[in-house]
């Protein structure tokens, strides 16, 4: 049996930490959809009146960007979650298919490999989704840049300045907590 850690790095066997799926299910499948509609919803402002906007081209790219590797990041963690489930439920599916069951080891090891492209997979998407997160971060902070011949240039240089000292804070933090799900 294949020794597992637990997030932490004491050495201990391996288990994500309890909740970490339905975390993961939240963040993907909630949380980005609706940053995916905030690109977007932006890019559609940005594309519509480019003379309000500093950088229109380069800011509406890099939201769409934002959108498509939020999009991706669902479609990583759709497919990794594939291999996520109970023990007790790969069993239920073999007896239900097979009278007299499946050998336990057989099952051990099925069991551990879907779980191993679970957790390949989540961390991939966890990280496409942090990237899209920041890149949200940055597109909106370039949204908020003043026109060349803005009115309230100050107010929107302060704006763009507290969104990208919320990105780099944020971005920060994500890489001091993803160490925990690293192998």
């Known amino acids: 049996m294949a020794r597992r850690r637990t997030g932490r790095r004491d050495g201990d066997e391996y288990a994500p930490k309890l909740g970490y799926g339905a975390a993961s299910k939240e963040a993907h499948f909630v949380a980005a959809p609706l940053l995916t509609a905030a690109a977007l919803s932006l890019a559609g402002v940005v ?90 971060g940055l597109g909106v902070a370039a949204s908020l840049a003043p026109p060349e011949c803005g009115k309230q240039a100050a107010w929107r240089w302060t704006a763009a300045a507290i969104v990208l000292a919320g990105t780099a804070a944020d971005t920060i933090w994500v890489f001091w907590k993803l160490r925990d799900l690293r192998d």
């Open 47 to 136: 594309a519509g009146a480019d003379d309000e906007f500093r950088w229109p081209g380069a800011t509406l790219v890099l939201l769409v960007v934002t959108a498509m590797t939020l999009i991706f990041s669902m479609q990583l963690a759709y497919n990794a979650r594939l291999h996520l489930f109970a023990f007790g439920e790969l069993k239920d599916h073999y007896d239900g298919l097979r009278p007299g069951g499946v050998p336990e080891s057989r099952l051990q090891q099925e069991y551990q490999a879907a779980d191993t492209q679970w957790r390949q997979g989540q961390r991939r998407a966890v990280w496409v989704y942090n990237a899209g997160t920041t890149l949200l």
